[in-house]
Nanobody, 128 residues
């Protein structure tokens, strides 16, 4: 059974940094497109960043572009999200996801119902 496990969340002051990890087990995710989503209290889960399996290209939500960097280490079956210049509005539970169900264009990376596997989430809290 494939499993994704996030770690690295915590409490940080505004302007600080955190690095989230998403460790995959049960199958190789090296050939899979993967993504990060987040969900703040009383809000819908929203797209943060994705990496394409075909060319390694990364995609970011406008709200995090220039501050967050997604990377992956296929040898470790792990994906990372480096988050810099954090803001209070980045506070949320962050989820990693893997294996895109359908792809017609880059916009499909942003669809939260378009991934087969999800982690349990890790809390990120940014204080002002």
């Amino acid at each position: 059974q494939a499993q994704l496990v996030e770690s690295g969340g915590g409490l940080v002051q505004a302007g600080g940094s955190l690095r989230l990890s998403c460790a995959a087990s049960g199958r190789s995710f090296s050939g899979a497109s993967m993504a990060w989503f987040r969900q703040a209290p009383e809000k819908e889960r929203e797209f943060v960043a994705a990496i394409s399996s075909s060319d390694g290209k990364t995609y970011y939500a406008d709200s995090v572009k220039g501050r967050f960097t997604l990377s992956r280490d296929n040898a470790k079956n792990t994906m990372y999200l480096q988050m810099n210049s954090l803001k209070p509005e980045d506070t949320a539970v962050y989820y990693c996801s893997g294996f895109l169900l359908r792809f017609a264009g880059p916009g499909d990376f942003e669809l939260r119902d378009n991934y087969r596997y999800w982690g349990q989430g890790t809390q990120v809290t940014v204080s002002s």
